[in-house]
């Protein structure tokens, strides 16, 4: 299922940029090389994210 049809971005590659440590929308979207385009997107990537039990950027502990 696409995710993102702005920049043709799938379930599978937003899944695989949190697996790597993504933890929010945008730094998802950065690691697939794209940037948010139109917003719709957004709600359904962080959706994903936050239920592979990502913790949201603002919550991970400085290094």
């Given at each position: 299922m696409y995710?993102?049809?702005?920049?043709?971005l799938k379930c599978r590659d937003i899944?695989?940029?949190?697996?790597n440590g993504a933890r929010d929308?945008?730094?998802a979207f950065k690691a697939c090389?794209?940037?948010?385009?139109?917003g719709r997107c957004l709600e359904e990537a962080t959706r994903m994210?936050?239920?592979m039990?990502?913790?949201p950027?603002?919550?991970v502990p400085a290094e």
């Open positions: 995710v993102c049809l702005c920049n043709a899944k695989s940029a949190a697996e929308a945008a730094s090389g794209a940037k948010p385009r139109c994210i936050t239920a039990g990502a913790a950027a603002h919550m």
